[in-house]
């Protein structure tokens, strides 16, 4: 399935795949903390909140493209419904990678302390 969009044509099997690295690599990343615990809360750290941001992002991103086609011939409002479910997601994304930014404002001035 390709997508023209202002005449360039994307596959959609490669945003899948694409998704699919995104939530892999986040979930290694997850797990690399989870195996070798150094004592600080993970919600502190800044990797958390863009790969938890990553995981959201894929899910959404493959839960908006891969029925389009079906949705788009059997039932407008539900394909309707999946894109402002998709921008919601996006701005959920958003407000997890100001976290992920204000952690780090938070490490960088606590280095300054010290």
Avoid: H
């Amino acid at each position: 399935m390709k997508i023209d969009l202002f005449n360039n044509i994307f596959d959609l099997k490669l945003g899948f795949i694409i998704s699919f690295y995104y939530i892999v690599i986040a979930l290694a990343w997850l797990l690399k903390k989870n195996y070798y615990f150094d004592g600080e809360k993970i919600i502190n750290n800044p990797l958390y909140w863009i790969s938890l941001s990553q995981i959201v992002w894929a899910s959404f991103f493959m839960l908006r493209t891969v029925p389009m086609y079906y949705f788009n011939e059997s039932s407008k409002s539900i394909l309707n419904f999946s894109k402002i479910l998709f921008i919601a997601g996006n701005y959920f994304c958003l407000i997890l990678y100001s976290f992920a930014y204000f952690q780090w404002k938070k490490k960088k001035n606590n280095a300054r302390k010290n």
